[in-house]
């Protein structure tokens, strides 16, 4: 069946530093990839999505690319903010499925 | 535009209880679906519908259940409830008929079970 693996947390950096949350998936088709954000206290929010091999989903600074030689999905961010603290989850989803598949969510604090 | 909106919000239970939680999508939304999210399991797929229809169910027991209004409001059950139905339950609500995995989540609903 799909899953989807990350790398587990929690991860601590100081404001500016540089993030990645390493993400890979397993699908028996051609999945489409995403990933989500969960900000303390409030429901998961979609951050950014890609539907095809290559391409390239961004959204507030955030960038993943959809790696299909290497089944992977990193999330990265050049420039990580105090606001950026959250859990992440990478998730994929199979066309006629319905559904989501999550991966275990990374926790994210990022230090002043 | 209101967001999805699950009712209640917190809510305690003793085991062999049951429980239903309930779902009110973003309006013109007609798939709804429901996660459990636990510490140990993380985020787990519990049903999908459309259209009142079930198009999924995920590998949970047949204690747990759920059905959709001709409105699109979703509510799920939990009968003799245990101690591992502790969660949040979290519902979920897409503009698409199809399968685009792009959706928008509640605050969910935090169940606990003594």
Not at chain 1, 18 to 46: D, H, K, R
Not at chain 1, 75 to 100: H, I, R, T
Not at chain 2, 38 to 62: A, D, H, I, M, V
Request: proline share 3%.
């Amino acid at each position: 069946g799909d899953s989807v693996t990350q790398m587990e947390g929690p991860v601590t950096l100081s404001e500016e530093a540089f993030l990645t949350i390493n993400c890979t998936y397993t699908a028996t088709g051609y999945p489409s990839l995403f990933w989500y954000v969960q900000y303390p206290g409030e429901g998961l929010q979609l951050l950014l999505k890609a539907t095809k091999a290559d391409d390239k989903g961004s959204n507030k600074g955030f960038e993943a690319t959809y790696r299909k030689e290497t089944t992977s999905f990193h999330l990265e961010k050049g420039s990580v903010q105090v606001s950026d603290s959250a859990v992440y989850f990478c998730a994929l989803s199979d066309s006629g499925d319905y559904k989501l598949s999550f991966g275990a969510g990374t926790t994210v604090t990022v230090r002043a | 535009k209101a967001g999805v909106t699950q009712t209640p919000r917190y809510l305690i239970k003793t085991r062999g209880q049951q429980v239903t939680l309930s779902c009110s999508p973003i309006s013109g939304h007609r798939s709804v679906s429901w996660y459990q999210q636990t510490p140990g399991q993380g985020l787990q797929f519990l049903f999908e519908y459309f259209s009142e229809t079930q198009r999924n169910k995920g590998n949970f027991p047949g204690r747990f259940s759920g059905r959709q209004f001709s409105n699109s409001r979703s509510e799920m059950n939990v009968s003799t409830l245990e101690l591992g139905d502790s969660a949040l339950y979290l519902c979920a609500s897409s503009g698409h008929r199809a399968n685009t995995g792009e959706l928008f989540f509640g605050e969910g609903s935090r169940l606990t079970v003594l």
